[in-house]
C-alpha cells in the first residue's frame, strides 16, 4: 500500500512570502501530524489533525498553521516566511485511534529553504 | 526544557562490535518508548519499541532496555553493520499519544 507522500520534496522561498505544504497519509488513515527537523532541535511537533480537527498543538508561532480535508489529506501553511524557518518538515500518519504512536508512519519530508 | 534528552550528538562504532545509544527522559507521565532510525532525505522509520511495563524488548539485532527508576533507555545493536549508519532518534509517549523526540544521535559504522 501506498506510504505517507509529502509535496514538494524541495522548495526555495523568500523571507517575507508564505508557503503551503501538502501531505497524504496511508489509505484509512485519519490523523496527520507535523513535525519541524532542523540541526540543532531535532524533530519538534507542530500540531495534530485528526478528523479534519486540530487535536494537538506543539509550540510554535501562530504563523505555522494547517488544516485537514474530508479526505484525511493535510496541508501546512507558514506565513511571514523567516530565515529560520528552513528545515525539513515531516508530516506523519496514523490511525489516530487508540495510542496514536501505534503504525506512525512519517513521510519523506519537504526540505525548505528561505533566502 | 527538553523532555527527552539524547546527549551524545554521534557515536563511531567498528563494524561487528556493540553500538549503545542512550536516551534520557524526565516526564514520569511518558510509559511507551520508541526508537526511529533517519537516514538522509528520507523520513523516519520505526526501529522498535518498549512498554513502561517491560524492561527490555528485542527484536533481532536490536534490544532496548528501560529502566524506569533511572528514567533511562538505551538501544544496543549487535553486531553492527555500516548500513546502520544513520540518525536515530529516542522518542516517548504518554496516554494521550503525542510523541516528544530527542535532538537524535548520528551513527557511524566503520568496516
Known amino acids: 500500500k501506498a506510504g505517507v507522500t509529502q509535496t514538494p520534496r524541495y522548495l526555495i522561498k523568500t523571507r517575507g512570502q508564505q508557503v503551503t505544504l501538502s501531505c497524504s497519509p496511508i489509505?484509512?488513515?485519519?490523523?496527520v501530524s507535523w513535525y519541524q527537523q532542523t540541526p540543532g532541535q531535532g524533530l519538534q511537533f507542530l500540531f495534530e489533525?485528526?478528523?479534519?480537527?486540530?487535536?494537538n498543538k506543539g509550540n510554535f508561532p501562530g504563523r505555522f498553521s494547517g488544516r485537514q480535508f474530508s479526505n484525511s489529506r493535510s496541508e501546512m501553511n507558514v506565513s511571514t516566511l523567516e530565515l529560520g524557518d528552513s528545515a525539513l518538515y515531516l508530516c506523519?500518519?496514523?490511525?489516530?485511534?487508540?495510542?496514536?504512536?501505534?503504525?506512525?508512519?512519517f513521510g519523506s519530508g519537504t526540505r525548505l529553504t528561505v533566502v | 526544557d527538553q523532555q527527552v534528552k539524547q546527549n551524545s550528538p554521534s557515536l563511531s562504532v567498528q563494524e561487528g562490535r556493540i553500538s549503545i545509544l542512550n536516551c534520557d527522559y524526565t516526564n514520569s507521565m511518558f510509559d511507551y518508548f520508541l526508537w526511529y532510525k533517519k537516514y538522509p532525505a528520507e523520513g523516519p522509520t520505526f526501529l522498535i519499541s518498549i512498554s513502561s511495563i517491560k524492561d527490555k524488548n528485542e527484536d533481532g539485532r536490536f534490544t532496548v532496555f528501560l529502566n524506569k527508576s533511572a528514567k533511562h533507555l538505551s538501544l544496543h545493536i549487535v553486531p553492527s553493520q555500516p548500513g546502520d549508519s544513520a540518525v536515530y532518534f529516542c522518542a516517548a509517549s504518554d496516554s494521550l499519544g503525542k510523541l516528544t523526540f530527542g535532538k537524535g544521535i548520528t551513527l557511524s559504522v566503520r568496516p
Open positions: 506523519a500518519s496514523s490511525l489516530g485511534q487508540g495510542r496514536l504512536v501505534y503504525g506512525y508512519t
Open positions: 489533525y485528526f478528523s479534519e480537527t486540530q487535536r
Open positions: 489509505s484509512g488513515h485519519r490523523s
